[in-house]
Every structure is written in structure tokens, then in C-alpha cells.
């Protein structure tokens, strides 16, 4: 498989040349309690498809797996600061930041050290804020400069990592597998950003809900998104993320899929996810 270049893709016509809204950084946390949904993978590829389209973007790796770093092309020798060392307060976030093979994409990796953390903060006062202390001022100096998004690739738990995620974050993205337990962990998930916003963060909002791995040949990918739109409405994006063997193979060269295989249907989902999300952003009022 040969790979193809990653381009700006805002000067063919599809989006807009100048990109980015006029607004502050967002942070977004992608979040699923589940493992298996595609968290992981839409994380790498949707910051692939906004920094193709003009974005600037940091991915945040808190899983202790470091999936999403290794997608991304971050050698696990390579993690010589860590978001563990971060969180810990023994590194910049800027000391931690790796810049990927795509323009604009920036990834901070994470390690197994992520699987203590929970233990060595669990009495301290600061323990569900220390990312959003972290990313004060990111966007406007040093390594993090000018940057537009951070995604935030939450573990698949809700355990202290995540609930510093979503502490920390603007808004949450909910990959949701087409399958048949789906709306039973988004439940879960709900009411879990319900608590956080009432304790923790009232700024916190669900900024979408993407379904993934769609099959349009099964009759139970197709009642899954009836009764995910049934229930949740506007929320869920109408573009779908297919299952798709580039997707699937991607990680393991290294590659988001939109440099593996710009072409195939996964590539071409995630590129139209970026733009709704992008227009979704752009209706939020400003912040004066």
C-alpha cells in the first residue's frame, strides 16, 4: 500500500480557505466508557482531517494503553515525557508535545506510568483539575502556539483520567459503536457529564455523538442509528463512520487512514465529520 501525501485540503474547494472560526481554543474530550467503539481511532483521524482543513491541533493521548500515540507514528521509545510526567508535574505540557508526519498535528503521548497516577493524586486537592490547570495558556506561547483544537483520547473507563478530561474540556464527543449495548453506555456516559457539569465544570456541553463502524448491509447497525436519533437527536452527527479494512489497517503502519489511504471511505467520512464539526462550532456564540 503506498501512501499518499496530506495536502491541505481546504484549497480544493470542499472547505473554506481561511479554515479556522474566529474563537478561542476548544477542547474537546473524546469519551466512551466501552472499549472497541472507535475512540481511539476517530481521535488520530478526525485531528488528521482538521488540521488537513486548516486547524492547528494537539491530541491529548490519556489513555494508558498509548494507542493513539502509536497511531500516530509516536515510537513507544520515543515517550521520554509523557502525559504521565505531565499530570504529575514534572514536565511542561510543551516539553511533552511530538510533532506528527501531518502538517498542524500535534500529539502529547502518553505510557503505562498513566496507570498509577490515579493512586499517586488520589488524595490531592487538585486531583480532577489537573489537566485543565495544564492547559492554561496553551495556544499562546512556546510549543502549543496557535493552536485552534485539542482532542483529549480519553481511557475507556470513567476513572480519574477521565473525569480530569471532561473537567477540563469544552465540550464532549461520544464515538458510539452501531451496535446492540450502545445506548446503554451512552446512559452511563449522560449522566456522568451530568455530574461533572453540576460539580466539576458547567461549562461542559455534548458536542456530538458519531456513530462508527456502520454497516449498511446489517439490519442492526440500521435500528441502532433509528433509536440513537430517536434518542438523542440533533446531538448525533449525520455523518457516519463506516466500517472500513483501511480504517482497521491504518494503525498499524504508523498512519491516521488519510495518510494510508486518502481515497477510501473512512478517509472521506472523517473529512466530512471535520467539516460538521467545524460548523457546528462555528453556530456557538462567541465569548466576549
Known amino acids: 500500500m503506498t501512501s499518499a501525501p496530506l495536502t491541505d485540503l481546504s484549497s480544493g474547494g470542499k472547505f473554506p480557505s481561511d479554515g479556522k472560526p474566529d474563537r478561542p481554543l476548544r477542547i474537546l474530550a473524546l469519551a466512551n466508557q466501552k472499549g472497541g467503539v472507535g475512540k481511539t481511532t476517530t481521535a488520530i483521524n478526525l485531528g488528521t482531517a482538521l488540521a488537513a482543513i486548516g486547524e492547528s491541533v494537539l491530541v491529548i493521548d490519556l489513555d494508558p494503553q498509548g494507542n493513539a500515540s502509536t497511531g500516530l507514528g509516536v515510537d513507544r521509545r520515543q515517550r521520554k515525557v509523557s502525559t504521565y510526567h505531565v499530570l504529575a508535574g514534572e514536565a511542561e505540557l510543551g516539553a511533552a508535545c ?21 493512586m499517586e493524586m488520589a488524595t490531592a486537592p487538585d486531583r480532577a483539575h489537573r489537566l485543565r490547570n495544564v492547559l492554561k495558556g496553551v495556544g499562546q506561547s512556546g510549543a502549543t502556539q496557535g493552536v485552534t483544537y485539542i482532542l483529549i483520547d480519553c481511557p475507556p473507563s470513567l476513572n480519574l483520567l477521565t473525569i480530569n478530561a471532561l473537567a477540563a474540556a469544552d465540550a464532549v464527543l461520544v464515538p458510539l459503536q452501531c451496535e446492540f449495548f450502545a445506548l446503554e453506555g451512552l446512559s452511563q456516559l449522560l449522566r456522568t457529564v451530568e455530574q461533572v457539569r453540576g460539580a466539576l465544570n458547567a461549562r461542559l456541553t455534548i458536542q456530538g455523538i458519531v456513530l462508527t463502524m456502520f454497516d449498511p448491509r446489517n439490519n442492526l447497525s440500521a435500528q441502532v442509528v433509528a433509536d440513537v ?6 446531538k448525533v452527527y449525520e455523518t457516519m463512520i463506516p466500517r472500513n479494512v483501511r480504517v482497521s489497517e491504518a494503525p498499524s503502519h504508523g498512519k491516521p487512514v488519510l495518510l494510508y489511504d486518502l481515497k477510501c471511505a473512512g478517509s472521506q467520512a472523517y473529512l466530512r465529520l471535520a467539516s460538521e464539526i467545524i460548523q457546528r462550532e462555528g453556530r456557538l456564540p462567541v465569548a466576549a
Request: negative net charge; proline residues 7%.
Open 229 to 234: 436519533r430517536s434518542f438523542m437527536g440533533d
Open 98 to 118: 511530538v510533532q506528527t508526519a501531518v502538517p498542524r498535528l500535534m500529539v502529547a503521548p502518553s505510557t503505562m506510568d498513566l496507570l498509577g497516577l490515579e
